[in-house]
């Protein structure tokens, strides 16, 4: 059995179509990631595979429950983690997980046991009679999740866990993720616009582009498909000359705003071969840079367009602006 | 009742933790009743009711502060939204009637605490309750009170998104119901429009209902202010419920 399965699943906002019919398919046990920029769809998803919000079309399976008519089913067996912080401050670490266990009904021996266990496992027993409002941006992450994992879900929704994080602290979770999904068993859907993150942590990736997937595989596979190296020449030209030249080594010329890049199967050999051509065809050039393919290619490649950082980050800047007012 | 019980707990503890939350609701009624009290004791005789108007306006003050409290504390769910406290409840297995209703005693608990601690304090000022049975009786009172409008604050917080309308409600409902409620003056001394509205205000058969409890004498029959407001409590409730299953976040 399927860990989820969605078919055509679509979510409107009026006009706007925030999640445009997407379908895929997710097994026990793998983590699987949804890669895509702010707005792209992806908390909506989330979303709706949580029976948070109502599907506009399609259907969705979580656990072998569908998320219209079985929505107790589906809670039961999901821990969600959301973008946005959720825990009571004026209680502390413990007094949040207890909340979160009486909730879900565990009997008061278990609950009481997996607590500890489970505060212990994210580094957090000392602090546990401390009111939240007194931790750190990390550690109410880390609360989070081990208040998630209190009900032993099967699946685990991580909705960008890793937003405004230390990368210190994001090593530190990405390897706690990866213990859960390998010792526990659980089946781990986490969405985020970090490249690396996506890149480290999952099986299998879908990228996300306007509520569409636009591409779905391995991150290795992803990559392939882009080429195996990358040059990417930042110039206001663009070789035409050279792009209808058949050279066996070239696999891919794509034009983008203000760079090319230029996707080759041994750079090693032919970068000095390469430079020549461009100097020959009278290209300007402003810097050239030459890497492997990294999934920020492959999201270039599928969308035209940078998943734009910069951009992502003035949102996150405000976002955590935002959470600091509130604190 | 676990899920109630859960939630109640939480209000409960979030209450009694918030020192400045406790003491600084208690200064306005504190202002009504001795600014008020003490400045119109000697200029007003309502004789036929009750001894002198301070006494007069106690039960008045006290429902005041159920109201208050119990109205702030359904709001609270505003809170809960903008802090993303209420996914974590509405993501689990239970009933959205359930998160509701815990919520609602939570508050009205809430609320009574309030009540009683002015309550306690006027007895410094020279009132003498009739005795422990009527003191129940006004218990009760305060109890219905603070289910009705904690309920009535839920159903507001589950069609507002943020605080911003918070002084409306306290301009729109929260002033009116107090101001028209007969906690300040006697039903009869209205003009006939002024009396009708007081009328129509539940809160009214709270107050009259407390002040019977506490003076032994009222302007309605206690009876009528139990049915009248035990109405208004059970009508409140299904409304509060109806909107909070219908919250989208």
């Known amino acids: 059995m399927n860990a989820v399965t969605v078919s055509d699943l679509t979510k409107k906002f009026g006009d706007f179509v925030a999640v445009d019919n997407i379908s895929f398919e997710i097994a026990q046990g793998e983590i699987f990631g949804l890669l895509g920029p702010n707005g792209a769809g992806k908390t909506t998803t989330i979303s709706m595979l949580a029976t948070m919000l109502d599907p506009t079309a399609g259907s969705a399976e979580v656990c072998g429950y569908d998320v219209r008519k079985n929505e107790d089913g589906v809670r039961k067996s999901i821990g969600i983690v959301f973008q946005d912080p959720s825990l009571d401050e004026e209680l502390t670490a413990g007094e949040n997980m207890d909340f979160h266990g009486r909730l879900y009904r565990i009997p008061k021996k278990t609950r009481l046991e997996r607590i500890v266990e489970l505060l212990d496992l994210v580094g957090l027993t000392e602090r546990k009679d401390d009111l939240v409002k007194t931790y750190s941006g990390g550690m109410r992450r880390r609360l989070e999740i081990a208040r998630g994992l209190l009900h032993r879900p099967q699946v685990l929704f991580l909705d960008e866990p890793t937003l405004g994080l230390d990368p210190q602290t994001r090593n530190y979770l990405w390897e706690y993720i990866e213990r859960l999904n390998r010792e526990m068993g659980i089946t781990v859907i986490i969405t985020t616009h970090y490249m690396d993150e996506a890149d480290r942590l999952c099986k299998r990736i879908a990228i996300v582009d306007k509520g569409k997937i636009v591409a779905l595989d391995s991150p290795e596979q992803l990559k392939r498909q882009v080429g195996g190296d990358v040059v990417t020449v930042f110039s206001p030209d663009y070789p035409e000359a050279l792009a209808s ?83 | 009742m676990d899920v109630i019980y859960t939630i109640w707990l939480r209000n409960v503890k979030r209450y009694l933790r918030s020192k400045s939350r406790i003491v600084g609701s208690l200064g306005m009624p504190l202002f009504f009743l ?201 009508v409140m409730i299904g409304i509060g419920a109806s909107l909070f299953r219908k919250i989208q976040i």
């Open chain 2, 34 to 234: 001795i600014i008020l009290g003490f400045g119109l004791n000697s200029v007003v005789n309502i004789s036929n009711i009750s001894g002198n108007y301070v006494e007069f306006l106690v039960p008045g003050i006290v429902a005041m502060s159920v109201l208050f409290t119990s109205i702030f504390a359904g709001i609270q769910i505003i809170w809960d939204k903008q802090f993303g406290f209420l996914k974590e409840t509405l993501v689990a297995p239970i009933s959205r009637t359930e998160i509701m209703l815990g919520q609602t005693f939570g508050g009205a608990t809430t609320a009574i605490i309030q009540g009683t601690i002015i309550l306690v304090l006027s007895l410094f000022i020279g009132i003498s309750i009739p005795g422990p049975g009527h003191l129940l009786i006004a218990f009760g009172f305060m109890t219905l009170i603070g289910i009705a409008f904690t309920s009535f604050g839920i159903a507001i917080a589950s069609r507002i998104d943020d605080m911003n309308g918070f002084q409306l409600i306290m301009s729109f409902f929260v002033f009116p119901i107090f101001g028209l409620s007969g906690a300040m003056f006697p039903i009869q001394s209205l003009p006939l429009l002024f009396r009708d509205l007081t009328l129509i205000d539940p809160l009214t058969y709270g107050v009259e209902g407390i002040r019977f409890g506490l003076t032994g004498v009222s302007q309605i029959n206690p009876v009528i202010c139990f049915i009248v407001l035990s109405a208004f409590s059970v």
């Open chain 1, 245 to 327: 030249l058949n050279i066996s080594w070239i696999e891919r010329i794509e034009r983008y705003d203000g760079f090319f890049s230029i996707a080759l199967s041994d750079v090693e050999e032919h970068l000095s071969e390469l430079m020549k051509l461009l100097i020959q065809y009278e290209i300007a050039i402003r810097s050239v840079s030459i890497h492997k393919p990294t999934l920020e290619d492959v999201f270039l490649h599928y969308t035209g367009r940078s998943i734009r950082n910069e951009e992502a980050g003035t949102k996150d800047h405000m976002r955590m602006a935002y959470r600091a007012r509130r604190h």
